[in-house]
């Protein structure tokens, strides 16, 4: 959508140890990235230090950026800029930080600030995945094209973004959330428990009877592959019930959307034993009390990243139909379908291009 863009936008990764600055042009980073502290424990200092941050990196530019945009973590207004609530990385916000309005008073710019799954989605859906699919849809002679696309990221936590008609769908409240969906295996918990860093590590303790806590998703991940000392079926276990609690979730946001979806985080690592419980789980079935069986969805759920599954995901069942009472005809398809992609650029460069797409299609819509 704009890698031939010539604007650039300065951006920062907010994290509660550390703020690394840089600046998109084209949907590519232009300058070495700027690493500071992030004083997170006190509000004067972390805002020193955001400045001081933003204030090197227009330095190092030829021309000043039109917009800063950026994701910051927890609860947040993001249309008014407003940073505040609960933020167990960043303390020092809880009672209310104008952010956005602060930012733009010192550098007399329009400033963005985003969730992280709001821009990964938005970053997909305009510079990753979702062109891409559309692409290949007609390389393959396809023409139906998507849209709707909503995006999970699999980590600390369960994130999610959601776009729809091309543009992010940010709620009333900036509050679009699926962690605290009820968890399928064990309703009385919300799904993040189940789908996250921490459940990987807990499930594969109780599979395998051992204290797990010094453990990693990766050692775990290295365990079910058989190259570290482990019970390598407990392993594969605790990424089955991961990826069948997240196909729930999965199943319950596409009925709302009718969307696409794409998957992201540090956790995608070990998708090939996460992904055929979840795609289970996706195209499983419920019952009607009139005792029929009917589709979790009622879509055909594919792998895109599967070659095969892909060309008939692209394809569908078109064929031309007669217009009545004349010769004329149309073309039809009446499959229904969605699909599952992992990502190809990485969690982290999609929020980069989200918070760099966003600020521009905000820029050019005024």
Known sequence: MYHND????????AGGTNLVFGAMKGCEFITEPLTLPSEAQDLNKCLGQIVEGFTQIFARLDEKPVAISFAF?????????????????????????????????????????NNDGDLYAFGEATGGVLPEINRRIKELGGTKQYKNLTGFTFGTGLGIGQVVNGKLNLGNNS??????????????????DGVSIRAVIREYGRFSGTDATGLTPYDIFKIAEGTKEGDAEAARKSFARFGEIA????????LTTDSLVVVGGGVTGAMKYIKPALLAEMRSTIRTMAGDTIGRLPLTVFDLDNEEEFRTFALGESRELKVYGSDDVVIYDPMKRTGLAITTIGASKAISIGAYSYALSQIDAR
Request: proline share 11%; with cysteine.
């Open 247 to 254: 196909g729930d979730v999965f199943a319950s946001v596409v």
């Open 175 to 192: 509050c679009v959330e699926v962690f605290c969906l009820r968890n399928k295996l064990d309703p009385e918990f919300m799904a993040e």
């Open 73 to 113: 973590p927890g609860p947040a207004d993001y249309p008014s800029g407003i940073i505040g609530g609960f933020l167990p990385n960043f303390p020092s916000f809880r009672d209310g930080v104008a952010l956005g309005p602060f930012l733009e008073k010192k550098f007399g710019v329009p400033v963005f600030i």
């Open 6 to 13: 010539n604007r650039i936008v300065a951006t920062l990764d």
